[in-house]
């Protein structure tokens, strides 16, 4: 008992080590990715650190089964090269007790898995998808500063903004002063517009637009080139995000698990699958990393590091492959991605386990 108590608490420190030092090194490139991109405006600033927040889930979903697997990696690693596998052993300890508290801690991690992809990872998809709406329906957080250039587009128009001063900057209106906008499309409808004043509004159906004050329009002539000028009181000009940066309500990253399990469609299967793909990962990837871990003291703790990444990297890109091709329609949606955790339990896990126990056996004969 003192023994496995032993164990558990070795896998177990190494696996927490594992998963925070993981999770910060994927949260500080996620906090990148979103700065990059409120600093290009495409999000707004306001909004960084809640989209890195909710970003949690979707790392814990690959976090997760590695921590325990470089865990048992490591700590059986440690203890075998160490020589306290030799003792454990004349003492009477057998090696399918490692295999055993490895698992039970497989089941722990599993549930924790399940919990993240079933429940977290689809709230915080709609979080995010929620953020991401907020964004591009609240005026406050359109990417519009005093002195700088801005693209937008609205069906096939395509502006470029440019405003000398932006008031109101943490309000739910801007009020902005000195527009001058461009027509980028370049051809006969290709035009040019300057206010000395601007709001961006939304009409009943949730459009924006750009309302101007006093102005100008010059607009082109096709006939001859020839440019002509219309002065307004007032104006409206449809602008929006860019039609690659538009949210798909329809996101299956973001539909409840149990809206998944009444579905019958193709995607929602799919989804289903790949959400349950980690708890299957979890105790598959630790029946592997057992008999992996069992080293000679020779060897050292890391001889079988490179055999074990290779594992893990063949594991989750057979996974996505096929993903790739049940959603393709070229392979059936049973068995499935259950395929990949069968096939690594009958071609790895079963055969190492074998192995290892058919030595042991050699070696006391």
């Known amino acids: 008992m003192i023994l496995n108590r032993y164990i558990f608490k070795e896998i ?31 999000t707004p600033a306001d909004v960084v650190f809640s989209m890195v927040a909710y970003s949690v889930p979707s790392i814990c979903y690959l976090m997760l ?31 399918a007790s490692i295999l055993k508290i490895a698992l039970l801690l497989s089941v722990f ?22 953020l991401r709406q907020d964004a591009q329906n609240n005026p406050r957080y359109l990417p519009i500063e005093s002195g700088r250039f801005v693209n937008f587009s609205s069906g096939e128009n395509n502006y470029v903004i440019y405003i000398e001063n932006v008031q109101g900057r943490g309000g ?14 370049f051809g006969a409808d290709s ?11 939304y009409d ?34 449809p602008v929006g995000f860019n039609e690659a940066q538009r949210i798909d309500e329809s996101d299956i990253s973001a539909v409840s698990t149990l809206s998944l399990l ?24 630790t029946m592997i990393a057992v008999p992996l871990a069992m080293v000679n003291p020779r060897q050292g703790r890391f001889s079988r ?33 259950y395929l990949v955790p069968t096939v690594f339990i009958l071609l790895a896990a079963f055969p190492l386990n074998l192995q290892g126990r058919l030595l042991r056996r050699r070696k006391k004969a």
């Open 12 to 42: 177990l420190k190494v696996q927490i080590v594992t998963f925070v030092v993981l999770l910060s090194v994927f949260l500080c490139q996620s906090l990148i990715r979103y700065i990059g991109r409120a600093a290009s405006g495409d």
């Open 65 to 95: 089964p590695l921590s325990l697997f470089v865990a048992v990696i490591s700590a059986v690693g440690r203890i075998c090269s160490d020589s306290e596998m030799v003792v454990m052993r004349s003492s009477g300890f057998a090696d």
């Open 109 to 130: 991690t599993a549930l924790a898995a399940a919990v993240n992809s079933l429940y977290l990872m689809p709230e915080a998809s709609r979080a995010q998808l929620q």
């Open 172 to 185: 739910h209106e801007r009020h902005m002063g000195n527009v001058y906008v461009m027509n980028n499309s």
């Open 191 to 201: 035009s040019f517009t300057a206010s000395v004043s601007g709001e961006v509004t």
């Open 204 to 237: 009943d159906e949730g459009y924006q637009w750009l309302d101007l004050g006093q102005g100008n329009r010059y607009e082109r002539d096709p006939k001859n080139g020839s440019y002509r000028s219309i002065f307004f009181s007032s104006s409206k000009l």
């Open 262 to 285: 009444k579905a019958e469609d193709h995607a929602s299967r799919l989804e289903l699958q790949w959400r349950l793909a980690p708890v299957f990962a979890v105790i598959v990837l």
């Open 305 to 337: 590091l490179w055999q074990a990444i290779l594992i893990y990297a063949a594991y989750y890109l057979l996974l996505l492959a096929m993903r790739n091709m049940i959603n393709a329609g070229r392979m059936w949606m049973l068995p499935g991605l």
